[in-house]
């Protein structure tokens, strides 16, 4: 296992309130990502992390923010959920970034946005 | 937009049949390459890089074409715990966010 816990698991909430998951890994990793992956449009990248306070945006970070304050936590915050956020999400976690590089996979977080 | 495209199957074989699974890119400046495996409900796993000479783990082949732009993958003696969906991924250039998956490719390996 490559140690990443995801919280909370499964989650069901209410159009327009706030929500944030939690990555949390233990292998000291410099690289953090958030994805989602939904039906037909496969794995999209939200945003990234490169270190502590450094982050950037992928292919689908509108009405997503990240913050990582430590190298062990990256959290996804969505401030005011639509049903269209509805979806899987994935964190994953690599040592060096660039190429030849493995990335690892938390267990995922499943939103249901009602 | 740089695609990596896969035929999305299902591919549905017998056990012990042998299966091959394309996955296209459209840039060449494509650095990295790797297979990932999905099983129903869970994270994708790692299952293998794919290198310029091709590079094989048991039953698992995976091939690189530059030329043509694509990778393979290829599963000898399907078991039925290979059913999943099979993603492939591309990596452009040093940056992390240059990591593209294709949608993915399911197999259903039947007794």
């Known amino acids: 296992d490559a140690g990443i816990t995801q919280s909370p698991r499964h989650k069901v909430t209410e159009t327009g309130t706030p929500v944030t998951l939690r990555c949390h890994q233990t292998e000291n990793h410099r690289y953090m990502y958030w994805y989602r992956q939904d039906p037909g449009h496969g794995l999209r990248l939200i945003h990234y992390?490169?270190?502590?306070?450094?982050?950037d945006k992928g292919e689908v970070s509108d009405g997503y923010s990240v913050s990582r304050s430590k190298t062990e936590d990256f959290l996804l915050t969505l401030e005011s959920a639509t049903s269209s956020q509805t979806s899987v999400y994935f964190c994953a976690i690599s040592e060096t970034g660039g190429s030849g590089n493995t990335i690892y996979f938390g267990e995922g977080s499943w939103l249901t946005v009602v | 937009r740089k695609e990596v495209e896969q035929d999305p199957g299902p591919f549905n074989v017998p056990e012990g049949a042998t299966v091959a699974f394309n996955c296209t890119y459209s840039n060449s400046a494509s650095q990295s390459f790797f297979w990932y495996r999905q099983d129903c409900r869970k994270e994708p796993k790692l299952l293998m890089s794919?290198?310029?000479s091709g590079n094989e783990d048991g039953r698992f082949t995976a091939q690189l074409n530059r030329a043509s732009q694509y990778i393979s993958l290829l599963i000898r003696d399907s078991k039925l715990s290979d059913s999943a969906t099979y993603l492939c991924?591309?990596?452009?250039?040093?940056?992390?966010?240059?990591?593209?998956f294709g949608k993915g490719t399911k197999l259903s390996v039947k007794p």
């Open positions: 794919v290198y310029s």
């Open positions: 992390s490169y270190g502590v306070k450094d982050t």
């Open positions: 991924v591309v990596i452009y250039g040093g940056s992390q966010g240059n990591l593209i």
